[in-house]
């Protein structure tokens, strides 16, 4: 690990106006993926910012029956909280299918949104990675590429994203709000936070050097069942394969992109009265595979009008 320097911020606008004044900063929270790429020098930050203590760790009720969800909540209280748990009950299943109860103990809610990807050859420092050394090429195009992406790949990078917190979020419609290095908030939805790969995969979000995501916001809940579901090679400390989240007729597929995928297809052929089956295909339609992962496109395709089937069967039974 490279040498780094430290400071504890104390409140948010003074977390901004520091990354601004100093070159080469990164925040940290929980840190349970930052520091794992910092002790393989994939990144290396001259200066780490500590946001953990700010005041970011509340979920308030909105007033139209929505939720605020402050960026530093943890994910173990985030999935445990009963308004999240009855009224948003996929953000709480996508959570637990996540990461370890340590990992999710220390993991918040913005660092999940922000976590990279878990493509071997960007852990790799041997092996060429666009995303972690721009212009070296991507090795997974014609290597073990399994895990690779079905949707928004480009000959830059088929890596993907892998939050599940995320998926959820995005099935949700969710917004995210953040603060600018000079004092500016915004809000924006969450599915205009990460960015596909195209020529520039090192580019992952749309946030600006600096900018603290502060909040997620969410809306009311759909009509509707809700249901998260994933696959996996193994039970635990293993990445998904694929996975899905359905909030009434709002579908979001996970470990297919890199970013999560909203599936605006599926949505589509749902509200025009389509099966779940017929669905899901018009979102595949769009779906290619790189070698190693074609099986993605088989898997999803039986996946998915399950989990869409099962949410409905919970939207009748409540």
Known sequence: MRPF??????????????????????FIAGGTNLLDLMKLEIEQPAHLIDVARLP???????????????????????????????????????????????LRNKA??????????????????AKPCNKRQPGSGCGALEGLNRNSAIFGGSHACIATHPSDMAVALSALGASVETLSPHGEARAFDLDDLHRLPGETPQIETHLIA??????????????????YRKVRDRASYAAG????????DQVALGAVAHKPWRARLAEAALAAGGSPTEAIAAELAGASENGRNGFKISLVARLGPVAIAEARNNGSAA
Do not use: W
Not at 7 to 12: I, P, Q
Not at 215 to 227: D, I, T
Not at 241 to 248: D, P, T
């Open 56 to 102: 970011l760790a509340a979920i308030e009720d909105a007033q139209d029956g929505g939720l605020r969800i402050g960026a530093m909540v943890t994910n173990s209280h985030l999935a445990a909280d009963a308004r999240v748990r009855a009224r948003y009950p996929v953000l709480t299943q996508a959570i637990v299918a996540g990461g370890s109860g340590q």
């Open 5 to 26: 320097t430290y400071e504890r911020a104390t409140d948010a606008a003074g977390a901004v106006t520091s990354a601004a004044a100093t070159p080469g900063s990164k």
């Open 210 to 227: 600096g900018e603290l995501i502060t909040a997620v916001v969410l809306p009311p809940p759909p009509s509707g069942g809700q249901v």
């Open 241 to 248: 394969l694929a996975s899905i989240a359905v909030a009434g």
């Open 108 to 125: 918040t809610t913005g660092g999940n949104l922000l976590q990279r990807t878990r493509c071997a050859y960007f852990y790799d420092t």
